[in-house]
């Protein structure tokens, strides 16, 4: 049994589903950044990524095959000579939606779908940091529970030998009495 | 076709209606301008998203 393509249907039909995720596509080639409604934009970026990955490759079978989406041939023209080289060296994730809000009207919530066009290094720096706090708060764990467990042994070590200290002072007193 | 027995109550009908309840926003502090925004949502007073602008200013 096939498994039904997740998120929203679109428009009427499976023909006008496939409409206007093309028409979406194509302006937000021709654009780079695209305001729509969140359900539309969430069905775009998968499209929209596997048709990068296809301009990234470049080759006239892929070029034939972005054109039977994307109708528009100097957008195609365009994603396969300026936008494709600018995704070089990233491994996917090359839109991204940001979410707006309700809009007037129909409250229908709003997002922004752009093409990511910030250089790879920024996201290095950003994987680096949290593995570099996640080591330094694993190191404060592993020394916070030694220090606990020190302190622990401490006062129930001082409570036993006072324990043993007024026991012995008791029955001292009673052989006294 | 299916049709009511019986006329429904004042009370029954004040009892369903006292449900309608309206749900406050959830908002936080813009980390930007300061100004109240919906969470995981672009800020509608300086346009920006984790620092980033995203969009032009309304105001």
Redesign the interface.
């Known amino acids: 049994m096939p498994k039904p393509t997740k998120g929203a249907r679109l428009g009427g039909s499976p023909a006008h589903e496939r409409l206007i995720l093309a028409n979406l596509a194509t302006q937000l080639f021709q654009h780079g950044r695209i305001r729509t409604t969140e359900a539309k934009a969430k069905r775009l970026r998968p499209l929209a990524e596997k048709l990068i990955t296809k301009a990234k490759k470049g080759d006239i079978h892929n070029r034939r095959q972005v054109l039977t989406v994307v109708r528009d041939k100097s957008v195609v023209h365009h994603l396969f000579t300026e936008i494709a080289p600018t995704f070089a060296e990233r491994p996917g994730g090359y839109t991204r939606i940001t979410k707006l809000g309700p809009r007037r009207g129909d409250a229908a919530p709003m997002a922004v779908i752009e093409l990511v066009s910030e250089p790879m290094n920024a996201v290095r720096v950003g994987r680096t940091a949290p593995a570099e706090a996640a080591e330094a708060a694993e190191q404060g764990q592993t020394e916070a529970p030694a220090q606990e467990s020190a302190a622990q042994e401490a006062p129930e070590a001082a409570v036993a030998e006072s324990a043993e200290a007024a026991v012995p002072a008791e029955g001292s007193g009673e052989t006294k009495a | 076709m299916a049709v009511p027995k019986r006329k429904m109550s004042r009370s029954n009908t004040r009892h369903r209606r006292s449900q309608w309840k309206a749900a406050a926003v959830a908002l936080v502090s813009c980390p930007q301008c300061r100004s109240p925004r ?1 969470p ?3 800020c ?1 007073t300086c346009g920006t ?1 984790n620092r980033r602008q ?2 032009e200013p309304s105001a």
Do not use: L, S
Request: net charge neutral; proline share 0%; hydrophobic share 40%.
């Open positions: 919906r995981h949502t672009a509608e998203y995203v969009i």
